[in-house]
């Protein structure tokens, strides 16, 4: 329900960019987006299962670490007129981590996580001088994997949740003739919480036998970061 309303506000807002007056102006961006991560459920888990190393004696070479920050690409386009602009973007932002330990029967252990967030957005800006201030909505998807044993380059999804997120965020911009760019340190919030429970169940029976995740273990992942864009073409 909530993809299908967010798919048709985007839509409304794509014909009226396209609808522009000869004042407008429409850049496209792309750059670099980066956050440092509060997931407090999903870190919960992940040291559960270190401590459950430690407690069945196993010799941990490499604990699996926290998500503590994740980085990657932002592409999208704004209609701007005059102090006001509109966004439409995509963003996806990604960490991995792995565990290496030898068990108390020297077996070698290890296993590898990645983990990843999603979003398309719509947001609203609005400029003073090089200056401003935004909002944006938007649905994002946090993606778990693992690796396949034994296949290399190729994961099994294990957790896949979309929920909706609000980010609010200031500007700085350098704007030019044919390339601009804009620094944006935000902070996102979420609206809804994203099921984690198959992580659990994933991470945890491999060394807990017969064990038996919280069927509505939800993390609210806020994230405290930065965007750095290029804009194309002229800005005023």
Request: glycine share 8%; aromatic share 14%.
């Amino acid at each position: 329900m909530f993809q299908k309303e967010f798919c048709k506000y985007i839509c409304v807002i794509v014909v009226f960019m396209f609808s522009t007056p000869i004042q407008a102006q429409v850049n496209l961006k792309v750059g670099y987006i980066g956050a440092k991560v509060s997931a407090e459920n999903s870190n919960a888990i992940i040291n559960a299962f270190n401590q459950k190393l430690v407690d069945e004696e196993a010799n941990v070479h490499d604990n699996l670490n926290n998500i503590k920050f994740m980085n990657g690409l932002e592409i999208g386009l704004r209609y701007r007129l005059h102090r006001v602009g509109f966004e439409l973007s995509w963003s996806s932002m990604s960490s991995k981590s792995d565990v290496y330990a030898t068990l108390p029967n020297n077996q070698l252990f290890q296993d590898k996580w990645f983990y990843s967030l999603t979003e398309y957005s719509v947001g609203i800006e609005n400029y003073l001088g090089k200056f401003g201030y935004g909002a944006s909505i938007g649905y994002r998807t946090y993606r778990i994997k693992t690796d396949i044993p034994g296949v290399q380059r190729k994961k099994s999804l294990i957790n896949s949740e979309s929920g909706l997120a609000s980010k609010f965020y200031l500007l700085f911009q350098y704007p030019g003739q044919k390339v601009g760019i804009a620094f944006k340190p935000y902070v996102q919030v979420p609206l809804t919480g994203l099921n984690i429970s198959k992580f659990d169940q994933a991470l945890q029976e491999q060394i807990i036998e017969n064990y038996q995740a919280p069927v509505n273990l939800e993390d609210d992942i806020t994230l405290f970061g930065i965007s750095i864009l290029l804009y194309n073409g002229k800005q005023d």
